[in-house]
């Protein structure tokens, strides 16, 4: 009898991820954080690029495994249908990985977890698709707004909204971009690093890794250029009070000067926004668990406000690989919160609206719904991330500006006449 596979940590690991992610609903992040945590460096890098790579891909995955396992993956056993993914995935979209590794090794995940029927069946299908899931991904067209989004694995409305506020072009490049991961980028709190400073974002370096050391003493905090930038636009000064309304997990909030009241309504989050305060020595920073849009009367009078505000979140979809499957608009909570921020900021006060997405619903509608003043000189600071439909904004974008996707206004709250 020919000796068994042994599967590797790494896709032991992400196969783990997978199951937890799709059968219990958990956050992929969170679940490789669980799964992952006695691997080394390396065996971890390549879990995290399975697991990631197989939850952001599996519409396509799924569809192709239909295609050429003849059978519907939803009807498959949970354990099947997982590894049939994994090993889909690193046939179709990872060079280097050998055929047989991709494919025995899921095998054997299968034979550990699953019926011993469903073996021969794995290995069956694994071998099918090793021969013609290439062709297959290489055929898909992308000519339609749904067509792309099968193509490279996107909800259907997550395509019809990029290609109505993008264009085709457009849309077809940021869904190849969020596919892939961003470059690492970490803010500078105090000491130096190795990496490349941004020219433009100030205090914003380009690193090949996160030094988790300096992570664990509050040096840098990773946080996209784009993440960065709503930081710098808020503009806060050394005696004013500025007003950060969902400043959980706390990136944006301990960039701001003067004094700072961060809010956020869950209990959790609130005590992880402290203990970022105090990992990166922020003791301007006062943090409150409450609901931004029912805060306490006596904080009022700000001179300025961030509402960083919870959304669809389609312009981090790189790294957070199962929020497309989950994502959802939430304007009317949106409008709300800039409204309450509004109300708590001086007459002649800046409001920083922004949200990590690509979608005019949550974007510029909410503004132009808020009947704030926009300040037009935001866009004069940053010209080279204006909106492209709206200059007086800013809009990141992954497939141009090589960073997370947001939103950004800065709105004057009008004086009393």
């Given amino acids: 009898m020919a000796a068994r596979t042994q599967v590797s940590p790494a896709r032991a690991a992400a196969f783990e991820v997978l199951r937890r992610v799709f059968e219990q609903e958990a956050y992929a ?16 890098a390549l879990a995290r690029r399975l697991a990631f790579g197989t939850v952001q891909r599996v519409r ?16 498959l056993d949970a354990s099947v249908r997982a590894a049939l993914r994994l090993g889909a995935y690193q046939l179709g979209y990872m060079d280097g990985v050998p055929r047989y590794a991709a494919v025995n090794e899921s095998v054997e995940l299968v034979r550990a977890a699953g019926p011993e029927r469903a073996v021969a069946f794995t290995n069956a299908v694994l071998r099918r698709v090793a021969e ?10 992308e000519g ?35 596919n892939e991961p961003l470059e690492l980028v970490v803010r500078l709190v105090r000491g130096h690093i190795e990496g490349r400073l941004d020219p433009e974002v100030a205090g914003a370096w380009h690193v090949e890794r996160i ?24 503009g806060a000064r050394d005696e004013e009070r500025t007003l950060d309304l969902c400043a959980a997990p706390g990136g944006k909030a301990t960039m701001l000067r003067g004094e700072v009241v961060a809010v956020d309504v869950n209990e959790g989050r ?38 960083d505000s919870p959304c669809s979140g389609l312009g981090v979809l790189s790294s957070r690989p199962d929020l497309r499957w989950r994502a959802e608009p939430l304007p009317d ?68 500006h090589g960073t997370a996707g947001f939103f950004i206004a800065r709105l004057q709250v009008p004086s009393r006449p």
Avoid at 67 to 73: I, P, Q, S
Avoid at 132 to 141: D, K, Q, T, V
Avoid at 211 to 228: K, V
Avoid at 364 to 383: G, I, Q
Wanted: charged share 30%; proline share 5%.
């Fill in 144 to 178: 339609s707004a749904h067509e792309a989004a099968l193509k490279h694995s996107y909800p259907d409305w997550v395509a019809d909204v990029w290609w109505r506020d993008l264009g085709a072009g457009h849309a077809r490049a940021l869904m190849k971009a969020q």
């Fill in 333 to 400: 909570l949106q409008l709300e919160l800039l409204r309450a921020a509004a109300a708590r900021v001086k007459p002649g006060g800046t409001v920083v609206y922004s949200v990590c997405t690509i979608n005019a619903d949550e974007s510029e509608a909410v503004v132009d719904a808020s009947r704030l003043e926009v300040d037009e000189t935001l866009a004069e600071e940053w010209p080279r991330f204006r909106h492209p439909r709206r200059p007086e904004f800013l809009q990141t974008l992954p497939h141009v």
């Fill in 29 to 44: 992040d969170r679940a490789l954080r669980a799964a992952a945590a006695e691997l080394d460096e390396r065996d971890r």
């Fill in 211 to 234: 030094d988790e050391a300096a992570l664990a003493d509050g040096r840098i905090w990773p946080q996209s250029l784009a993440s960065q930038l709503v930081g710098l636009a808020v």
């Fill in 132 to 141: 013609g899931l290439r062709p297959l991904l290489e055929a898909l067209p």
């Fill in 60 to 75: 396509t995955l799924d569809h192709a495994i239909g295609a050429l396992g003849r059978r519907r993956v939803e009807k």
């Fill in 270 to 307: 609130a005590r992880e926004l402290s203990e970022a305060a105090r990992r990166v020595r922020a003791t301007n920073v006062r943090v409150v668990h409450a609901d931004g849009r029912a805060l306490p009367e006596e904080l009022d009078g700000f001179d300025r406000a961030l509402v």
